[in-house]
């Protein structure tokens, strides 16, 4: 069966620090790979996706970036926080031609 | 617009008492259709999902939907609620452009369950 991890569960970075959030899948190959943000009170939103090895899509302009190094990796960076960076963030996965997705515990960020 | 309406921010029912989500969406066609649960920080996970064929759909854990085109509706129902069915639960859609399942979110609807 698939699984996907995220890691750290939970991570307090300073403004001005930088970021590196993990997600791996297992038990598939070529998944459609996503980062959404949850804000506080807020719905998911979707900051970019990847349906192959060093193919990255950019949902929203911001001071985020993601990567896909491997092809059940992607990586979620940042090279200086802002504290409107603070939220939760989910990893997801999706087989290419079916439509759902599947999403790791996230990452809970604060910046302060 | 694309957008997906859900008007219920907060909803309190008794347990054994029924529940009705609601959740509306505004797209050209009909999109691909789900229901998501969130337990307090955690992830999302899958309750049941629409893609076409019979309009009333079963999930786990006991819950059902319903997609009415013709109200471009899809709400989530559950005829005996319990306890641990307290939880936060987002509609999403994928309007099925290009390769990705992009989803597009509800804002959520935070069901609490009184005993």
């Known amino acids: 069966s698939q699984t996907i991890h995220q890691w750290p569960a939970t991570l307090v970075q300073p403004v001005g620090s930088p970021l590196s959030l993990e997600c791996t899948v297992e038990?598939?190959?070529?998944?459609?790979l996503y980062w959404y943000r949850q804000a506080a009170g807020r719905g998911l939103q979707l900051l970019f996706y990847?349906?192959?090895?060093?193919?990255i899509s950019s949902e929203v302009p911001q001071n985020l970036s993601a990567s896909r190094p491997q092809d059940r990796q992607f990586i979620l960076s940042s090279k200086k926080l802002l504290l409107s960076d603070s939220g939760f963030y989910l990893c997801?996965?999706?087989?290419?031609?079916?439509?759902?997705?599947?999403f790791g515990q996230g990452t809970r960020l604060t910046v302060v | 617009a694309q957008s997906v309406t859900q008007p219920d921010i907060h909803i309190t029912v008794s347990e054994g008492a029924s529940l009705e989500l609601r959740c509306n969406y505004s797209?050209?066609?009909?999109?691909?259709l789900f229901w998501y649960v969130q337990s307090p920080g955690q992830g999302l996970q899958l309750l049941l999902k629409?893609?076409?064929?019979?309009?009333l759909v079963q999930g786990i854990k006991g819950f059902e939907a319903e997609f009415k085109r013709s109200q471009s509706s899809f709400n989530l129902r559950k005829p005996s609620v319990h306890w641990s069915d307290a939880a936060e639960y987002f509609c999403?859609?994928?309007?099925?452009?290009?390769?990705?399942?992009?989803?597009?979110f509800g804002t959520g609807t935070r069901l609490q369950v009184t005993l």
């Open positions: 997801a996965w999706s087989i290419r031609a079916r439509a759902e997705a599947f």
């Open positions: 038990g598939t190959s070529n998944p459609n």
């Open positions: 990847s349906v192959g090895i060093g193919q």
């Open positions: 797209y050209g066609a009909t999109p691909y």
């Open positions: 629409y893609f076409s064929g019979d309009t």
């Open positions: 999403a859609v994928n309007p099925l452009t290009g390769t990705a399942s992009k989803l597009t």
